[in-house]
T-cell receptor, first 116, second 112 residues
Framework: DGGITQSPKYLFRKEGQNVTLSCEQN?????MYWYRQDPGQGLRLIYY???????QKGDIAEGYSVSREKKESFPLTVTSAQKNPTAFYLC???????????????FGSGTRLTVV | AQSVTQLGSHVSVSEGALVLLRCNYS??????LFWYVQYPNQGLQLLLK??????LVKGINGFEAEFKKSETSFHLTKPSAHMSDAAEYFC??????????FGKGTRLSVIA
């Protein structure tokens, strides 16, 4: 079955450590996204990529980095510069259409990151 | 630019009662509107979407939403709540081929 796989499901980070969250999709979607979810704050966009080897910052990109070397993969690195990384991270993908079309997203099951 | 306001961070209904979750949007261009549902520690699942066709949109699990341009609203309804509907619901908007902007969510509780 096609879908998005996020791993690991739970991740613990020590102070000053970089960690990478994996996101892989086999839906043949061009666009991929990373959102951060905190209680009562909804989803906030970190980074997105609409094509391989290109990505754009979202609203809260500071302290995060991404790469898009393959269509199927969009890993997110949480760097030591991110002062409050404890959150639930969601990856999503979507088709891209012509003009203004928006098909909506397919989401992964998320990674819960905790600083210890 | 687009934004979404979900009225009520928590809504509680009795089993069998009407579910009404409110969403108002702001968009400088004709919007694309979505409702998603999230169960604990899971990703989001698409319930329904409005993409400028019919203003009354039917989704999965008996949910529907009506696009009202004059009120800039896209409220989610279900005639009869079921215990399995207890979850968090998110409204989202896009101006087209741009990232979705999400509301802060509404947690729905269903009382037996």
């Amino acid at each position: 079955d096609g879908g998005i796989t996020q791993s690991p499901k739970y991740l613990f980070r020590k102070e000053g450590q970089n960690v990478t969250l994996s996101c892989e999709q086999n839906l043949n979607h061009d666009a991929m996204y990373w959102y951060r979810q905190d209680p009562g704050q909804g989803l906030r966009l970190i980074y997105y990529s609409q094509i391989v080897n290109d990505f754009q910052k979202g609203d809260i990109a500071e302290g995060y980095s991404v790469s898009r070397e393959k269509k199927e993969s969009f890993p997110l690195t949480v760097t030591s510069a991110q002062k409050n990384p404890t959150a639930f991270y969601l990856c999503a993908s979507s088709r891209t259409g012509t003009g203004r079309t928006n098909y909506g997203y397919t989401f992964g099951s998320g990674t819960r990151l905790t600083v210890v | 630019a687009q934004s979404v306001t979900q009225l009520g961070s928590h809504v509680s209904v009795s089993e069998g009662a009407l579910v009404l979750l409110r969403c108002n949007y702001s968009s400088s261009v004709p919007p694309y509107l979505f409702w998603y549902v999230q169960y604990p520690n899971q990703g989001l699942q698409l319930l329904l979407k409005y993409t400028s066709a019919a203003t009354l949109v039917k989704g999965i699990n008996g949910f529907e939403a009506e696009f009202k341009k004059s009120e800039t609203s896209f409220h989610l309804t279900k005639p009869s709540a079921h215990m399995s509907d207890a979850a968090e619901y998110f409204c989202a908007v896009s101006g087209g081929n741009t990232p979705l902007v999400f509301g802060k969510g509404t947690r729905l509780s269903v009382i037996a």
